[in-house]
């Protein structure tokens, strides 16, 4: 069974919409990453949370510890957001990170 | 915003032959990390180093894969004897204390 899992897997959104991926993970960690990967295969780190909720200009990460599921929301959706939103987890401080399979995010002019 | 900095970007090699793979991570980071990606799978593990020791590697790094740090700025991965299997996009990583992780842009390595 795979550690850290993502909702929808694939998405297409018009441009403007607003859009939220999920991510659920089994163990306990002490950070969740939220990563953006462009086509050109670069990662880039948005957020690491801990608990709570991030912002950072349109994008809102969100994590319940005891539900073990994490949420992050693209407000005002534009077409240079596409590109693979990964979730990734860490058991403890400077534990390797374990990747989610990442969810594909296409938005349309 | 500082980086971390891979090279080279593309690397092409012939089974059987040994590739060196650099990264220069954020000059105050403690921590560093080898990550590969194959085409269309998700990113994995291969290892993590600190205090100039493995602290964690993955199945996937077996004998023919090690790393250094040889001059306090520079982490390499070595394959030795390079398979076809190797094939992806290798990603080096590093961190402070209790901060975010920083990637390289990544080199890809094909194979032949």
């Known amino acids: 069974k795979n550690e850290v899992e993502q909702s929808p897997q694939n998405l297409t959104a018009q441009e403007g919409e607003f859009i939220t991926i999920n991510c659920s993970y089994s163990v306990g960690i002490s950070a969740l990453h939220w990563l953006q990967q462009h086509p050109g295969g670069g990662i880039v780190s948005l957020f690491m949370l801990s608990s709570g909720k991030k912002k950072h200009g349109r994008l809102i990460a969100t994590i319940n510890i005891q539900e073990k599921h994490s949420s992050l929301h693209i407000t005002a959706s534009h077409p240079r957001d596409s590109a693979v939103y990964i979730c990734?987890?860490?058991?403890?401080?400077?534990?390797?990170?374990?990747f989610g399979p990442g969810t594909s995010l296409s938005v349309i002019p | 915003e500082p980086e971390v900095t891979q090279t080279p970007s593309h690397q092409v090699t012939q089974m059987g032959q040994e590739v060196i793979l650099r990264c220069v991570p954020i000059s105050n980071h403690l921590y560093f990390y080898w990550y590969r990606q194959i085409l269309g799978q998700k990113v994995e593990f291969l290892v993590s180093?600190?205090?100039?020791?493995?602290?964690?590697k993955s199945e996937i790094f077996d004998d023919q894969f090690s790393v250094e740090r040889p001059d306090g700025s520079n982490f390499t991965l070595k394959i030795r004897s390079t398979k076809l299997e190797d094939s992806a996009m290798y990603f080096c990583?590093?961190?402070?204390?209790?901060?975010?992780?920083?990637f390289g842009s990544g080199t890809q390595l094909s194979v032949l």
């Open positions: 180093f600190y205090n100039n020791e493995i602290s964690e």
């Open positions: 990734a987890v860490q058991k403890t401080s400077y534990d390797k990170v374990i």
């Open positions: 990583a590093s961190s402070g204390t209790g901060e975010k992780l920083f």
